[in-house]
């Protein structure tokens, strides 16, 4: 399936800003990947989590601007500003899961991480490294079906992996204290790995209505 089949001219800013919010999101959910695998020692990477979500709001923001032409008649686009707008903001709010993640393990003193949500955070890595590769389809006029599938079944994944999660807090008579709080951590790696999912629904959408 070829996002850019029969399209007008997109311009080329609007490329470059797409991959670099890509770029950032893979880059924010590996850092927290990395976090858990570590945690506490590697708390430390919060801070760089977190600048990845103002870097992401910076790329947003910029989409945004560009979309509106900075008072100006804004530039061709293959695609209407809406959906663009859309794919803009649903690639912010990878970053936005991931930092709020990372921003709770800190906050309730997570002692140590849990397998289940180092299980949730690699599959979030696998999810956002596709997304950035679909993303790349938009310049390349690749082929994103093979893509898509693979963020869909990997939310799948994710979905299953947080059930059980969530069963196993209530299952093995841990202390309610903490079932609240990993129940809290569990529930934000999801909506980061749903967040994928929803980039990759505008991007069937898109190339839907670019044929």
Not at 35 to 42: A, G, K, S, T, V
């Amino acid at each position: 399936m070829s996002l850019l089949r029969r399209s007008p001219v997109l311009d080329t800013g609007i490329f470059a800003l797409f991959e670099a919010s890509g770029s950032n999101a893979q880059r924010a959910c590996v850092l927290l990947r990395d976090m858990l695998q570590d945690f506490p020692e590697r708390s430390d990477l919060a801070r760089d989590i977190l600048k990845c979500e103002q870097d992401g709001d910076r790329i947003t923001h910029d989409i945004i601007h560009r979309l509106s032409g900075n008072g100006h008649r804004p530039e061709p686009h293959r695609f209407g500003a809406g959906d663009l707008y859309s794919l803009a903001k649903r690639l912010d709010d990878i970053v936005d899961y991931a930092e709020q993640a990372a921003d709770t393990l800190v906050i309730y003193g997570i002692e140590a991480p849990m397998e289940q949500a180092e299980g949730l955070a690699e599959v979030l890595v696998q999810a956002s490294t596709a997304v950035n590769a679909a993303l790349g389809a938009l310049r390349s006029e690749g082929e994103l079906q093979g893509l898509l599938v693979e963020i869909h079944q990997l939310e799948n994944e994710g979905d299953r992996l947080s059930r059980d999660a969530i069963a196993a807090l209530f299952a093995n008579g841990i202390d309610p204290m903490v079932v609240i709080r990993w129940k809290d951590i569990f529930e934000l790696l999801e909506e980061a790995i749903d967040s994928c999912e929803s980039v990759a629904h505008t991007l069937e959408g898109i190339s839907l209505e670019s044929r």
